[in-house]
Structure formats: structure tokens, C-alpha cells
């Protein structure tokens, strides 16, 4: 079992920067791949960026790539998801997710284990 607290989350103004974390316990946070999803009312869960649970492979969505920047530090057992240059199209509900699984997972049933997400808004 993983347990996922994620953290960070609130209201910025268009082209503002925000850092969301997400705290790990329960597992060997260096065994699990890491992922960072968002879903907007009345819209399906989105991919946002994923870490892999070795060597740190990583992948973004199209849609963030060149503004959101996700890491991990494997001590503090936490993945962050910083994100610059936010639009209004970036709010969202962020959720970050835990899978046992190697590689660099992109797809929501891929992941075992998912936090209670935390809210992001982005003014025009």
C-alpha cells in the first residue's frame, strides 16, 4: 500500500507559477513510479507529466511541456510538479499516482494508487 498526500495546489493569476507536492509513505518511494494527473469538471482525468521509479525517466503531456517540470527526491519520499507560465486551461483538480510498474507510465490504469488531489485555478 502507498499513501499519496498532495499539497500546493490554490489560485494564481494568468502566467503565474505554482509547486505542488505530493508526500509518499507506506512503500519504498524508490520502488514506485510517480505521475501527476489533473481533471477538470466534466472532463475525463488527464496525463499531466510522470517519473519513472529508476533512473528518472520522464514524460510530459503536449499540452505542459516547456512549463511544468516534474522531479522526485527519493529521501524526502515526495514528487513535486512545478508549473510556470499557467493558463487559465491548466485548472484543474491535480492528482499525483503510485505504481509499482517499470517504465514511464502515461495511462491512468497503469497506476495503483492515486492521492486525494489538490485544486488548482488559473484567472484569466
Known amino acids: 500500500q502507498v499513501q499519496l498526500v498532495e499539497s500546493g495546489g490554490g489560485l494564481v493569476q494568468t502566467g503565474g507559477s505554482l509547486r505542488l507536492s505530493c508526500a509518499a509513505s507506506g512503500r519504498t518511494f524508490s520502488s514506485v513510479a510517480m505521475g501527476w494527473f489533473r481533471q477538470a469538471p466534466g472532463l475525463e482525468r488527464e496525463f499531466v507529466g510522470s517519473?519513472?521509479?529508476?533512473?528518472?525517466?520522464?514524460r510530459y503531456a503536449d499540452s505542459v511541456k516547456g512549463r511544468f517540470t516534474i522531479s522526485r527526491d527519493n529521501a524526502k519520499s515526495t514528487v513535486y510538479l512545478q508549473m510556470n507560465s499557467l493558463k487559465p486551461e491548466d485548472t484543474a483538480v491535480y492528482y499525483c499516482?503510485?505504481?509499482?510498474?517499470?517504465?514511464?507510465?502515461?495511462?491512468?490504469?497503469?497506476?495503483?494508487?492515486w492521492g486525494q488531489g489538490t485544486q488548482v485555478t488559473v484567472s484569466s
Open positions: 499516482a503510485a505504481s509499482p510498474n517499470v517504465g514511464v507510465l502515461w495511462r491512468t490504469y497503469e497506476y495503483d494508487y
Open positions: 517519473i519513472s521509479r529508476s533512473f528518472g525517466s520522464i
